[in-house]
């Protein structure tokens, strides 16, 4: 028989799919369909926030050759002024929520570094959680067409 259960927390139950009438198989096929978009949005978030940290690791490391250089400070995303960087071994960095702190060089790439470990960890959570969602949506669509297969046999059985 074909089951699936909804995730691996204690107090969830399992489903027995071949219980279900083809009504109620689409509609948690409807639900599976929402929570993997869920998924898939969350994913894109977490890329973009994973793909901003690298980019600041990054920008922190070539920050020490930049010392005494004129460079352009951004001031609107199309206005710049010349600017020199005068303390090369001190940045302040973005915490979250209008929240700054400032950081040596070596503390602020051990910052972006634990950051994009701790996105990464997150994404492939949900990534897995997105793999058994699929499998259960795999499940129900076999289901429902055998259903509907079995429907059919019915419908020709009984008008010969």
């Given at each position: ?118 996105v990464t960890e997150q994404m492939e959570k949900i990534q897995s959680m997105g793999v058994g969602k699929s499998k259960a949506r795999e499940a129900i669509c076999m289901m429902m067409e055998m259903k509907v297969q079995a429907q059919s046999q019915e419908k020709k059985a009984s008008?010969?």
């Open positions: 028989m074909a089951t699936i259960s909804s995730a691996p927390m204690p107090g969830m139950q399992q489903i027995d799919l071949s219980k279900l009438n083809i009504h109620q198989l689409a509609k948690l096929k409807q639900q599976l369909d929402q929570e993997l978009n869920v998924f898939q949005d969350s994913l894109q978030t977490l890329k973009i926030a994973q793909q901003k940290f690298v980019e600041s690791g990054e920008s922190v490391e070539k920050i020490t050759a930049a010392k005494g250089k004129t460079i352009l400070v951004p001031l609107t995303g199309s206005m710049y002024v010349p600017g020199t960087i005068v303390d090369t071994d001190n940045v302040i960095i973005d915490i979250g929520t209008g929240y700054y702190a400032q950081k040596d060089i070596e503390g602020a790439k051990d910052y972006f570094k634990r950051k994009v470990q701790f008008t010969s």
